[in-house]
């Protein structure tokens, strides 16, 4: 019986523990398709840098380059440009 117990209360350890997030918070991101079929995305890194792709090209931008709008706000500009 003792084994027993000893053994769910070790199992149970490790799925309460395996189940723990510590990897940190998920990057706040937004993204959307411009009428030409692109899909524009900007990430926060948690940094003051931005990671801006638009299909398989990311590039790294800085918190001046937004000039002061939010992540939406740019990424809804720049899909309403892509023509």
């Not at 070790?10 to 692109?38: I, M, R």
């Not at 918190?63 to 992540?71: F, M, P, T």
Request: one cysteine or more; charged letters at 25%.
């Amino acid at each position: 019986m003792m084994k027993k117990v000893v053994l769910v209360v070790g199992l149970a350890a490790v799925f309460l523990t395996a189940c723990s997030k510590d990897d940190g918070p998920a990057k706040k991101c937004e993204s959307c398709t411009s009428n030409a079929g692109n899909t524009h995305k900007i990430c926060d890194n948690g940094n003051e840098t931005y990671d801006y792709t638009i299909g398989s090209t990311t590039t790294t931008i800085t918190k001046e380059e937004l000039a002061g709008l939010s992540i939406k706000q740019v990424v809804e500009a720049t899909c309403e440009l892509d023509l």
